[in-house]
């Protein structure tokens, strides 16, 4: 079984703080991602990787940044947290190539920014 | 851009059935996934669909029409651990767009 691991359930930072959500997972997955997710507004893409070292920008990527040094590891930066990005934060992964292979999501991390 | 939409909620009896529509508006397309939520845990993958059709998978199927932009999933026999979000989800190369959830109360 495909697990994905985050390394936070909860977190509660304040505002202007640099925050770091850490996903790992271990079926050498070359596709990761990460989603948040609000009430009413669904999963919203923020960031998605295919490769070490390579990043691509999701939907909504403003005052996130991401890292993926290892294939394992993706990893999201909240440069200076603001209120609004209060939310739950959801990573996934899957195998590289076409759309086929589904994605494996984390079990989420909720972050409160006061 | 994507606009995937589906219903916000919807209520059914223990072993009865349910159909949950899904339309969307996608500036390219790979294909149609459907995730299972249930409060507090993260999405399960049930079903995909690239080709036009009903594909089946015991209690739930999964239909699309490409040319209409439509996709429905059928949750057969109702059983009270099915209440959850149902989550439609166009691909698009590397990309995953999500509606916003249906979410689904089986009621005794």
């Known amino acids: 079984d495909v697990k994905v691991t985050q390394s936070s359930r909860y977190l509660v930072k304040r505002t202007g703080e640099k925050v770091f959500l850490e996903c790992v997972q271990d079926?050498?997955?070359?596709?990761m991602f990460w989603y948040r997710q609000d009430p009413g507004l669904g999963l919203r893409l923020i960031y998605f990787s295919y490769d070490v070292k390579m990043k691509e920008k999701g939907d909504i990527p403003e005052g996130y940044s991401v890292s993926r040094e290892k294939k394992e590891r993706f990893s999201l930066i909240l440069e200076s947290a603001s209120t609004n990005q209060t939310s739950m934060y959801l990573c996934a992964s899957s195998l590289g190539g076409t759309g086929e292979s589904p994605l494996h999501f984390g079990n989420g991390t909720r972050l409160t920014v006061t | 851009g994507q606009n995937i939409d589906q219903p916000t909620e919807m209520t059914a009896t223990e072993g009865a059935i349910v159909q949950i529509n899904c339309t969307y508006q996608?500036?390219?397309?790979?294909?149609l996934f459907w995730y299972q939520q249930h409060a507090g845990e993260a999405p399960t993958f049930l079903s995909y669909n690239v080709l036009d059709g009903l594909e089946e998978k015991g209690r739930f199927s999964s239909f699309l029409s490409r040319s209409k932009g439509y996709s429905y999933l059928l949750l057969k026999e109702l059983q009270m651990k099915d209440s959850a979000s149902y989550l439609c989800?166009?691909?698009?190369?590397?990309?995953?767009?999500f509606g916003a959830g249906t979410t689904v109360t089986v009621r005794a």
């Open positions: 996608t500036s390219g397309f790979n294909g």
């Open positions: 079926m050498d997955h070359e596709n």
């Open positions: 989800a166009a691909f698009n190369d590397y990309k995953l767009s």
